[in-house]
């Protein structure tokens, strides 16, 4: 492949996995590659992120596919660790599985030792070593075998690597403080991880060489925290996620206070306009306006902490919480098959991990047989915390109206509705999928108008158009 | 036709030089940003060296810094130009019986024109490094100004023409992210986002700044720093930040990061009450660990 296809495949992945990469950056981009060269790999990279990537919550998807269209080597390498052999048959089973543990025990060692040592070279030797010995799966036949980060990562067993680490930090060397426990295990497990990313990587450039980078681009590069749904999401993207509302919340309530600024002028101010217009010679070249007062709406957020919709429900009250200012009073409940009221467990400046933990107790006391029942809920938010819901409130539901086949109590949600001054339903399921299965949501969403939102992005044009 | 750096390599060690420690992405766009004359918007938390980039590019390269300092309520009367109405007046007052042809023509000349910032960068002759700083905290109508500017490097003023750049300046503009700058804003600049630096580097800068920061404190001070950072606080201590801790350190003539020490002067990192009785808990946590062994 020419350089300069290889160029535009990498502009279309990037287009694809969501970067809006236009025609002018592009440009920008051949550019800048033609005045680096192609001799430090660093240096393009930077060099294309600077003219490619202008977002940063993108950068992790740009260096993903940067690794796969511009692979730092090719096949094994120089050092040459392909698949293992397979026709060593004249040895028994034992004796096989005899060499490959002490194969293995042999990678630990070194691998915790270039660990300790931060030896960013020998590592990535290790990656390789690790990957070419450990991590071929099987094909079915010449050509379709592959590799797998799953099989090396097994074999290793980095969890007994973190352990032995953990034990080298906290013994110290010649030229390095011992470290205490905890911090031993927090570094041990950080510089693990960091490895473990790196074979992750490694087996996806190997198996970029073999099928073709855009078959991995479209199979395992993740879209952009902003656009992974909530429901799909995996334990350390949770974390990224939630580490992202405050910035989210921050840059909302600047861009919302700026439009707040614009549209409302408030009547004239008099003193200042005359104070200004004497060095125009009493000319009012300029009106200046008393800032108007901002309204602002009560909101009661009422949502399903069941299992599946868990995270979403978490991420959208911490971002409404985060944005308290904007609101006169919010009030929050949650529910399974029961009703709790979780208002006291967000305070201004608490801290979002456990605010976190305090909800996810709270779900127990919103369960009573901990099915979702939608209907039941709804009827005893209505007779307990009835009064909440007025004509200065809006009601925010929040949920994927999966109720079970109960029965939904439309009458109910009509009720709370008419009293409201606005009500909206969130749903972090895909309209396509609404309705399937035991879901409620057309036939609640005739009563409430119901918004689909699967990730923070959507729930951040939501948050924003409703203050 | 000037250039600013010769290579990524020639632009590490000019920074340097003049101060500043760059990683390899900030030398090679800031490399880039000289060679394909792009405007170079600089990303990050507060308190990272983004203006301090721009600076050192000034210093590295002899040029001079012009700076914008943008704020809400910033307009073209204080980015761009305005006339000197005060001036105009003395003038039309002082005119007599000279036609108001002639005065009309006279007052709208170099002589009655206020030069603001973008302007004045972009009609000197020297080489000059322009910094927008802050550039978010303008209103959207600024980033339409500015669109003119950065990519034609030119200015029209109704009454006098069109000013071209004699020489492009070197233009750095700074952002902390508080708002989405507008796509034409971004897709006109090279983009580089500024992070904490890992420890090395921190403690590289700490000792550069500070001088008579011993080695041992050095390294202590940027280990609890980056800790503090993974702490998940209001507001993560900056790198100048630590400098300044460094040099409160020294100037207190502790030459040990104990809790004491830690507790007494934590205030010169942390600005919230509640980060900091966050990270006493959790220092505290970590030291005891240390201790019981």
Redesign the interface.
């Known amino acids: 492949m020419a350089l300069l296809d290889r160029h535009i495949a990498f502009v279309e992945a990037l287009r694809a996995a969501g970067l ?1 990469v ?1 025609l ?2 592009d440009l ?1 981009a051949v ?2 590659v033609t ?2 060269g192609l001799a ?1 790999r ?2 393009l ?3 294309l ?3 490619l ?4 919550g993108h ?1 992790t998807s740009f260096d993903a596919l940067f690794d796969l269209w511009f692979p730092p080597l090719l096949g094994a390498g120089v050092g040459g660790h392909g698949a293992p052999p397979e026709d060593e048959d004249d040895r028994t089973a034992e004796q096989v599985a005899q060499v490959l543990r002490t194969e293995v025990e042999a990678l630990r060692q070194e691998l915790s030792q270039a660990l300790q040592d931060e030896d960013a070279d020998r590592l990535r030797e290790l990656t390789q070593e690790a990957v070419g010995r450990f991590g071929a799966m099987p094909g079915r036949g010449q050509g379709l075998s592959s590799w797998s980060s799953y099989n090396a990562l097994q074999r290793i067993d980095p969890d007994t690597v973190v352990l032995r680490l953990a034990r080298a930090l ?1 013994a110290g060397s010649d030229d390095r403080r ?6 031993a295990m927090r570094t041990a497990t950080r510089r693990v991880e960091g490895w473990r990313r790196q074979v992750e990587g490694e087996v996806r450039r190997r198996v970029a060489e073999e099928k073709g980078a855009e078959h991995v681009a479209r199979t395992t590069v993740r879209p952009s925290v902003d656009r992974i749904p909530f429901t799909a999401a995996r334990r350390g993207e949770i974390e990224e996620m939630r ?1 992202q509302i405050y ?1 989210l919340a ?2 909302l309530a ?2 919302l206070a ?1 439009e707040q600024h ?1 549209r409302r002028r408030g009547p004239l101010d008099f003193r200042r306009t005359v104070r200004a217009s004497v ?3 009493g000319v009012p070249l300029t009106t200046h306006h008393r800032p108007r007062r901002p309204h602002r709406t009560e909101l009661v957020v009422l949502c399903d902490v069941s299992g599946s919709v868990a995270n979403f429900a978490a991420f959208t009250l911490l971002l409404v919480y985060a944005l308290q200012e904007q609101f006169s009073k919010v009030r929050a409940f949650t529910f399974v098959d029961d009703v709790a009221e979780v208002t006291g467990e967000f305070r201004a ?1 608490a ?3 456990e605010t976190l933990t305090r909800l996810t107790e709270s779900a127990r006391h919103a369960s009573l047989w901990g099915r979702t029942d939608y209907g039941r809920a709804l009827r005893e938010f209505r007779s307990r915390f009835g009064d909440a819901v007025g004509p200065r409130s809006s009601l925010l539901v929040l949920g994927d109206a999966r109720s079970n086949y109960t029965d939904p109590r439309l009458d109910v949600l009509r009720d709370l509705a008419d009293r409201a001054r606005h009500a909206w339903w969130l749903n972090p399921e895909a309209t396509a999928q609404w309705d399937t299965g035991d879901s409620a949501a057309s036939q609640y969403g005739e009563v409430v108008p119901m918004v689909e939102c699967r990730n923070l992005a959507q729930l951040t044009a939501f948050v924003h158009d409703i203050v | 036709m000037t250039t600013w750096f010769d290579s990524p390599a020639d632009a590490a060690k000019r920074l340097h030089d003049s101060g500043y420690l760059a990683d390899t992405a900030t030398a090679t766009t800031a490399y880039l940003a000289g060679a394909l004359e792009k405007p170079l918007l600089v990303e990050g938390p507060a308190g990272v060296g983004k203006t301090e980039l721009a600076k050192a590019v000034a210093r590295a390269t002899g040029a001079e810094l012009v700076r914008l300092q943008c704020y809400e309520g910033l307009d073209e009367a204080r980015a761009l130009y305005e006339w000197n109405y005060k001036k105009q007046l003395l003038r039309i007052q002082a005119a007599g019986d000279q036609s108001w042809e002639q005065t009309h023509d006279d007052i709208f000349t170099e002589e009655f024109l206020l030069t603001r910032p973008l302007l004045t960068a972009i009609r000197r002759e020297e080489q000059t490094v322009l910094l927008v700083d802050e550039v978010d905290k303008t209103d959207v109508e600024v980033e339409g100004l500015l669109l003119e500017v950065l990519s034609d490097f030119q200015v029209t003023i109704p009454e006098m023409g069109t000013v071209s750049a004699v020489r492009r300046p070197f233009v750095v503009l700074t952002s902390n992210a508080t708002r989405e700058l507008s796509e034409a804003v971004k897709r006109r600049c090279l983009f580089l986002h500024l992070d904490y630096p890992d420890a090395a580097r921190e403690k590289e800068i700490v000792v550069s700044q500070v001088p008579g920061v011993a080695d041992r404190l050095a390294a202590e001070l940027v280990e609890t720093v980056a800790r503090l950072r993974e702490l998940e606080l209001k507001k993560a201590p900056s790198i100048a930040e630590s400098v300044d801790w460094a040099r409160t350190l020294v100037a207190l003539e502790v030459d040990d990061l104990d809790e004491e020490a830690v507790g007494a002067t934590l205030g010169v990192v942390l600005k919230h009450a509640s980060d900091q009785d966050k990270a006493l808990a959790a220092l505290r946590g970590h030291q005891a660990g240390a201790r019981r062994r």
Request: proline letters at 9%; aromatic letters at 0%; a negative charge.
């Open positions: 809006p236009s002018s950056e920008d550019e800048a005045q680096l430090d660093e240096a990279r930077a060099g992120a600077a003219t990537v202008k977002r940063e950068r906290m011992p470290l205490s426990e905890e911090l580490r910035p921050r840059r600047s861009r700026k614009a060095s125009t010679g400046g801290d979002p991990e």
